[in-house]
Nanobody, 124 residues
């Protein structure tokens, strides 16, 4: 099992930046594919970004491509989401997730473990 704790959320103006962190504890972090998802009020949870076990392969939702970057530091058991050029429509609770699958996946049901979420609010 792995326990995930997100941090770094907050209130930022449109055009600003935030970096989310997700610290993992438990089984070997490098054995998990990691993902970020988000859920806005009244909407379903949606995929944001994912990283392979080594970090060498990444995937992004079209809505964040070119603005967000996922990275991981396996020595620190942490995955990051650097968010630049933030827009009001990026406002949501952001969740970190881990899967034991060996491939990068954008499907939330393929992730086994989830953090508690961190709120990101972008004001216009």
């Amino acid at each position: 099992q792995v326990h995930l704790v997100e941090s770094g959320g907050g209130l930022v103006q449109a055009g600003g930046s935030l970096r989310l962190s997700c610290a993992a504890s438990g089984r070997t972090f490098s054995s998990y594919v990691m993902g970020w998802f988000r859920q806005a009020p009244g909407k379903e949870r949606e995929f944001v970004a994912a990283s392979s076990r080594s970090g060498g392969t990444t995937s992004y939702a079209d809505s964040v491509k070119g603005r967000f970057t996922i990275s991981r530091d396996n020595a620190k058991n942490t995955v990051y989401l650097q968010m630049n050029s933030l827009k009001p429509e990026d406002t949501a609770v952001y969740y970190c997730a881990a899967t034991e699958r060996s491939y990068v996946t954008t499907l939330s049901y393929e992730y086994n473990y989830w953090g508690q979420g961190t709120q990101v609010t972008v004001s216009s």
